[in-house]
């Protein structure tokens, strides 16, 4: 293949470089729900952006608040110093959160939120004159980020293959939750798969408690295709968690900010977390902030020694950037208006949740589709493989989806949606209609 020269120097994430450069798809500039590519074709943002940008794109209050920021601090240091901001909105995302109590460690990132989480694990039981608790436990298909901690307790093999002798020691894995001859064209939580929770005891018998820091899940898996908890699975992993004194930490950086209809999935499962991972619409993606809400106990067992001397030996210069603090006060706002989930755009994405639903399973029976899921406003169809060719029959339908104006996530065998909260139920439905037509086209 070959390369466009003036896209030789960029090394892309999470792509198929060679293939993408002698092919381009290239956007420039986002409205609203809406890409424009350069060619000068509107697209529909059919996974706001990646799952990060659930006001659309360039919105006003976002766009103002950024540039106000830039002309009066546009960079404070976070080690020793603080600036308003941070406070303002560590208090609104407690608040948010119906835990006032905590606090909040801001990061730049999804996957430095969760090697964050896991470092407070680690040293919380440490502190507590636990230190023999450095067992941390995944799942498979999980997909916690790239850091180095994120692959050790992810289970997307792809990303963990080629970096085994970097990977942490000392971790293990849950079993997924995704059976689709048991739970197949499921909508919403699936009915059966409980019982999977009940592998952690086994974990536990296997390795002991005393070894065991934490478990980190994703409440609704995204990444790996909206993999969606069982009915009763979230709960008897904290039921079994408390009972041997072992940490959950909920990593939502998906689900959180309103993605389910509720501020956090914790709130949308009745599940109560000790640590919450967090990132992308904490801001609406517009500049990259992301952090972990961590129990007030927990962050009371560092609180010890002379108060002079610093807690907690870890953090970035990034933390708490005015301008990603701006941008993460004024999308805050139009989320959850005054603090209030039941309000603004969170409360609207839980009335597209069924829109999003209904329109998605009526896929059922079109050409390819082997399976199809959702939870709150995202979803997914599985598509029928092309024997020998791993994950060409997704990238297929991508294609044909791009080209009749839909943007959607191929991931192996999986295309998902995850629509901006300020998308009209029309919009929703007419991109599944795109899919449908993409997936006739591809068949």
Known sequence: MQEEPALRSWWMPFTHNRHFKAHPRLIERGDGAYYTLVDGRRVFDGL??????????????????????????????????????????????TELAGRPNDRVFFTNSGSEAVDTALKIAVAYHRARGDASR?????????????????????????????????????????????????????????????????ELERLVALHDASNIAAVIVEPMQGSTGVIVPPKGYLARLREICSKHGILLIFDEVITGFGRLGTSFAADFFDVRPDMITFAKAVNNAAVPLGGVLVNESIYQAFMSGPSHLIEFFHGYTYSGHPLAIAAAEATLEQLAPGGDASRGWIAKAAALAPVLEEAIHSLRGEPLVADIRNLGLAAAIDVTPLPGQAGMQAFRVFEQALERGLYARFTGETLALAPPFISTPDEIRNAVETLRQALRAAA
């Not at 360039?58 to 920021?69: F, G, L, M, N, Y």
Request: proline share 9%.
């Open 48 to 93: 706001s952006g990646l799952w990060c940008c659930p006001l659309g794109h360039s919105p006003t209050a976002v766009v103002e608040a950024i540039r106000e920021q830039a002309g009066i601090l546009d960079f404070s240091p976070s080690f020793q110093m603080g600036h308003p901001g941070a406070f303002r909105v560590a208090s609104r995302i």
């Open 134 to 198: 450095t067992r941390i436990i995944g799942r498979e298909r999980a997909y916690h980020g790239v850091g180095m901690g994120g692959i050790s307790v992810g289970g997307i093999p792809a990303n963990r293959k080629m970096f085994a002798p970097l990977m942490m020691p000392g971790v293990d894995h849950l079993p997924h939750t995704f059976d689709p001859s048991k739970m197949g064209y499921s909508r919403g939580q699936p009915e059966w798969g409980a019982h999977l929770a009940d």
